[in-house]
């Protein structure tokens, strides 16, 4: 991300983190100013722990999904 930003080519409209793990980086997306973000994640501990982090990091806005990938609109 931050070699896209660099260049002026990134597009901060929104952001799909598939398989957000620990959420790090629809954090750094929240950061950079991106306006919309969904994350996604289907282990619960792993959606647990993304919450968490987004409660830490001011990121609580994100959208967390449990669903795959193919069923988001």
Do not use: W, Y
Not at 47 to 60: Q, T
């Amino acid at each position: 991300l931050t070699e896209l930003e660099k260049s002026g080519r990134l597009n901060l409209d929104s952001l799909l983190d598939v398989g957000t793990g620990t959420g790090i980086l629809a954090i750094l997306a929240k950061q950079l100013g991106f306006h919309r973000i969904v994350a996604t994640e289907i282990e619960p501990e792993a959606r647990r722990v993304a919450c968490e982090n987004f409660a830490l990091n001011s990121a609580r806005m994100v959208q967390l999904d449990e669903r795959q990938i193919e069923d988001l609109n």
